[in-house]
């Protein structure tokens, strides 16, 4: 069986490519890397690397991070600056017995020192939102914080094997040196090749309350089916969250068994893409149900020419 799930409509040019790979007997970690390569190259997603938003100095600090479900070497990186692809640092990383997780300019060094590729990712259609955003601020008195989508996935290879990656540029106007989930094993991923894996978005500070992505494999690995996982560890900790913490920001989850099998659950409305060697690949858009399950259904098109025309909106 050969399987890709991934988090938002940016990733779906993603999986596509990781599909095709896997389909050609490549291996998990490779399709899982090319599959946020794809994310992080795309200058209109204002989440994740090229052209993300900036931090509240106008930076644009970036986090990632790899797992190998076989061996469970795991590399991250966070706020990484002026390197193409965050997703390839994190993957190096994770061959290091030490040092596997780098911050700020340790993991930009360690990029330059390995030759990875370097490119300037503030776009100027990014640096236009972020003065827009920073005269508002200004003259509205308006929250500054805006976005913290990041593209998680999971991928199932024909050896069994499976891998995770998350990219990230983090939450839009966010301190400097602010880290969410995303790089945070058990948190923003977790993958184990004889169970399965997961993969968050959402606000990193709440996400990282409940360690959610670990908790969806370890129920899954209790023999729970990957949408029961997902809806059980989502909407209990949303409840207890709620009544411990006061309230609860926005979160959704994605998995993947190691047959092949998927779920999801959020508590706002969420798009997600997922194919298999059984189902093409497809965007779905995912809403919270009643009595703690999760409702699915297939994008429309007049919902995909929306979102395409919202993304690629003139900034004023």
Known sequence: MQGAIATWRMAHDGVVEALRLLEKNERAGDAVEALIKTVEDYPYYKSVGYGGLPNAQGILEMDAAFMDGDSFKIGAVAGITDVKNPISV?????EEKFNSFLVGTGATQYSMLHDFERKNMLTPRAHKIWEKRLKEIQEKQLDPYDGHDTVGAITLDTYGSMAAGTSSSGLFMKKPGRVGDSPLSGSGFYVDSTIGGAAAT???????????????????????SPQEACDQAVYSFETKLKERYGKAGAFSLIAMNKAGEWGVATNVEFTFSVGTQTQAPQIFLANPGKNKTTLIEPITQEWLEAYEKRIKAPID
Do not use: H, N, P
Request: hydrophobic letters at 40%; charged letters at 20%.
């Open 202 to 224: 959402g606000l990193g500070e709440d996400l990282m309350k409940g360690c959610l992505s670990y908790e969806i494999v370890r129920l899954m690995g209790s023999g729970a």
């Open 90 to 94: 994190a993957r190096s990383l994770s």
